[in-house]
């Protein structure tokens, strides 16, 4: 059912049921917030989006106030323009003056408000906040003297993640977001996704900066410093400098990062096809003899994290197989190391990732090979914007080039990766081929395909049924492995990404980025996929000769040696 309402004289449709902020929105008219996400329920706590409700003569938050026939409102009244202003003046107040040296310079929403609303003068002056930051995380830095408490970060934790990390502690004045009994964040349950990040409007939260030993190790003599890029990295890094969301930059990249100073560049694609190649033997091995099922992916260390956490009794069901980037940092410095013979020592490996969990993971214990750390240094996609712009190249005006072989070549089904149920996707085209010495007719697999939460489907290979899902977002993942708990589910195979939407969405992906511009990677990828010929990761030719030369075959000795690890219970402060 609609109806009209006026907004600023004007008659524009609502819907019955929606809130104010929405229907505003669907016309095109902005309206800022602080405190909303959109999707979830309202808490209408900022102020920022008050609008003058011309009936009774008060100010309203639009993100929670249901429209209603007959309503007349006003959207930039002087009287709305001024508490906005007065909001921003307030949270300005004790807010630090450290715009310049703030990595969240040009890209925070108080220094965007505050030049919309021009704030010009400081009309109110508060105690500016002096709270240390906590720099104890692998992945994530939290400087609370910079968090204006609009929540988002707690609510984006428990609500999509469902980990719940942090919350409001104290009250009144002395209210804080931090972790249980406010302690570092490394002794919390936080699992490193950065999601957080994502949606702080502040510099309160940032990702674990690398460039310092990055920076060392490109500028010493002795070390030859190698890199690798994550699937979905060449369809979001155009975001940076202006381009469209969802354009493949691949050519580009691989300009941009030799320009910097790295030796040698590697698509992680391609160890996305390595792990394909071990999961998928895995699967059939588990199916064939009876092993510990339903089978989980390992790729995501967000989530590994979250199940030695929450779930340690399913450490059983997850794949042995490290995560793509484990697996290419370990072939660098084994198999690659002696083709070209350099010492594994004097390699400095570098990882370009959407993703701040990976930082974590680099510095996992289980991620050392005979003394030797599997990745050195992670960037996120982010941080390699940054790091092309101090080094002053024109994306825009630069030749694409290659990527160095071997370890450089891909099938189109490691590149699906980067996107919720592509390794779902790509582990059954192969698995198919391995139990049937066939391909599949129809290599998409729609039923996987897509932003939905949680997808099932049931995949049939020569009489055996294999049921499977694919879930992203941590709290999606725990309702599906509660209702298996339940016995309300019977899975064989499951795929889990921590971020909603899968490493498109990852946590350090460009900030401020809209669905809009998700989908438009999500079908970046997909585009690869249909375009290009090698569509499984059996048939990519460096994955064969690795195995020929190297590994001898999927799950051999070598194989579980290198490229697969453990996992155990952890235990955090609650």
């Not at 989006?49 to 209603?68: D, R, Y």
Request: charged letters at 25%; proline letters at 3%; a neutral charge.
């Amino acid at each position: 059912m609609s109806f009209l309402i006026e907004v600023n004289n004007k008659q524009i449709e609502a819907r019955k049921g929606e809130y104010l902020l929405d229907t505003l929105n669907r016309h095109g008219i902005k309206v800022p917030t602080l405190c909303h996400l959109k999707g979830k329920f309202p808490s209408g706590s900022c102020r920022m989006c008050v609008v003058e409700n011309l009936k009774t003569g008060k100010l309203v938050t639009s993100c929670s106030t249901p429209v209603e026939a007959g309503m007349k409102v006003f959207t930039n009244s002087p009287r709305v323009i001024e508490s906005r202003k007065v909001i921003v003046e307030l949270l300005l107040s004790n807010h630090p003056d450290d715009c310049l040296y703030c990595v969240r310079n040009k890209k925070c929403e108080l220094q965007n408000l505050s030049e919309e609303l021009q704030v010009r003068e400081k009309r109110i002056r508060g105690i500016k906040n002096k709270i240390n930051k906590d720099t104890t995380s692998a992945s994530i830095v939290r400087d609370p003297e910079k968090c204006i408490l609009c929540g988002r970060c707690v609510r984006v934790c428990e609500e999509v993640m469902g980990v719940s990390a942090i919350d409001f502690i104290n009250r009144g004045s002395s209210t804080v977001v931090g972790t249980a009994f406010n302690k570092s964040i490394n002794t919390s349950s936080c699992i490193n996704c950065g999601q957080c990040i994502m949606v702080c409007p502040t510099g309160a939260l940032t990702e674990k900066n690398h460039f310092k030993e990055l920076i060392s190790a490109l500028n010493n003599s002795e070390k030859t410093v190698v890199v690798q890029y994550a699937p979905s990295i060449s369809v979001s890094l155009a975001e940076e400098f202006g381009m469209e969301a969802g354009k493949d930059i691949n050519g580009i990249m691989n300009a941009a990062l030799r320009k910097i100073g790295f030796k040698y560049v590697f698509d992680t694609t391609f160890a996305a096809d390595l792990t394909i190649m071990e999961e998928a033997s895995e699967l059939i091995q588990r199916v064939t003899e009876g092993g510990v099922m339903p089978m989980i992916t390992s790729c995501c260390p967000g989530w590994i994290k979250f199940a030695e956490e929450f779930y340690p009794e399913m450490l059983p069901n997850v794949s042995s197989c490290k995560s793509p980037q484990q697996m290419m940092g370990a072939v660098i410095k084994s198999y690659w190391a002696e083709k070209v013979k350099i010492s594994p020592e004097q390699i400095y490996s570098v990882s370009v990732m959407p993703c701040t969990a990976k930082k974590f993971e680099a510095q996992r214990e289980e991620m050392t090979h005979k003394g030797i750390t599997d990745v050195d240094a992670v960037l996120t996609t982010r941080e390699l914007a940054q790091l092309i712009r101090m080094y002053g190249i024109d994306m825009k005006n630069i030749a694409a080039e290659t990527t160095d072989s071997p370890l450089g070549f891909r099938s189109s089904a490691g590149k699906i990766f980067g996107t919720s149920g592509g390794v779902m996707e790509a582990a059954i085209r192969t698995a198919y081929n391995m139990l049937t010495g066939e391909e599949l007719i129809r290599f998409k697999v729609e039923a996987l395909r897509g932003m939905t939460g949680c997808k099932e489907t049931t995949i049939e290979v020569n009489g055996l049924k294999l049921n499977v899902a694919a879930v992203n977002g941590l709290a999606n993942a725990r309702m599906l492995l509660d209702s298996m708990k339940k016995g309300e589910k019977e899975l064989h195979f499951i795929e889990v990404m921590a971020c909603p939407g899968g490493c498109i969405n990852g946590g350090g992906q460009q900030i401020g980025a809209n669905e809009n511009d998700i989908k438009a990677r999500m079908k970046a990828l997909y585009d690869i996929d249909d375009m290009e010929t090698i569509k499984v990761s059996h048939k990519n030719p460096e994955i064969i000769q690795i195995y020929n030369e190297f590994l001898g075959k999927p799950g051999s000795h070598k194989s579980h040696d290198l490229l697969h690890t453990h996992y155990a219970k952890r235990d955090v402060l609650l």
